[in-house]
């Protein structure tokens, strides 16, 4: 964020315009917006042969239970046609929300959810400063997660198990649009149902962006996901009941 807004001051004269993102010129247009959602995380998940174990880790203990993550969106647009791929890449040790005395038990989660959907823009308007737009998407998403159970005493790891491996593909479909508020901010929001691979998944997005300059943008926002999946008529039973709440950080370039 900090070397948008150094380059948003380098380029100052194009500011007021609308630029690539809002062009309708028969051109291609591409975003490339990486971002850090710092979400907290509570529900129940399988981990190897045990039952489903209840995990929480609220958004003031997220950054202490982080270990890696990578996240980021792309998008490609020609007037009201476009297409977008989304990826989320964590690796977290999330404690168990019932404690046992004699240790400190974590669940060691592994996340991929990838997703790809198009989009067609049914209405925009405003001015070339002061875009607004509206967008029906539909598209899929891929959710991979393993999961262990560790135990940490006195002296050190007591416990580590075997990774419990979940995976699924959804159909979803959603809305997504954004509303100008003045030349440089505007609200963006986004919600969509996925299902078919889990029993449902939900989620709502909305951000307050900043257009630093033509192509650079920045914003932050929230974010929350809700996925649903079991499966029964296995030999173990799987469970991967999570919801993720919090805020969010972005930047994007856009040509």
Do not use: C
């Not at 291609?28 to 850090?36: I, Q």
């Not at 505007?186 to 997005?205: H, I, K, Q, Y």
């Amino acid at each position: 964020m900090a070397i948008a807004l150094l380059l948003a001051v380098a380029v100052p004269a194009q500011a007021q315009s609308g630029g690539p993102t809002a062009a309708m010129d028969g051109e291609w247009h591409f975003t490339v917006a990486p971002y850090m959602w710092f979400s907290g995380i509570k529900g129940d998940v399988s981990v190897g042969n045990l039952p489903p174990i209840a995990i929480e880790a609220p958004i003031s203990d997220i950054l202490s239970n982080f270990d890696f993550g990578l996240e980021g969106h792309f998008q490609a647009r020609k007037d009201r046609i476009g297409l977008a791929f989304d990826f989320i890449w964590s690796d977290l040790g999330v404690p168990v929300a019932e404690g046992i005395e004699f240790a400190d038990f974590t669940v060691d989660v592994r996340q991929l959810i990838t997703e790809g959907y198009v989009f067609y823009r049914v209405a925009s308007g405003g001015s070339s400063d002061r875009p607004a737009t509206f967008d029906v998407l539909v598209g899929a998403r891929y959710t991979g997660t393993r999961a262990r159970l560790q135990a940490e005493g006195a002296g050190g790891i007591e416990y580590d198990g075997e990774f419990q491996e979940l995976d699924w593909v959804d159909l979803m479909g959603g809305l997504k649009f954004r509303a100008p508020l003045g030349s440089r901010f505007a609200l963006r929001g986004r919600g969509d149902v996925a299902g078919l691979g889990s029993e449902l998944t939900w989620n709502l997005e909305g951000d307050l962006a900043f257009r630093a300059s033509e192509r650079w943008a920045l914003g932050v926002g929230w974010r929350y996901m809700d996925i649903e999946y079991e499966k029964d008529d296995v030999a173990i039973p799987q469970k991967f009941d999570l919801a993720y709440n919090g805020p969010r950080l972005w930047f994007a370039y856009s040509w």
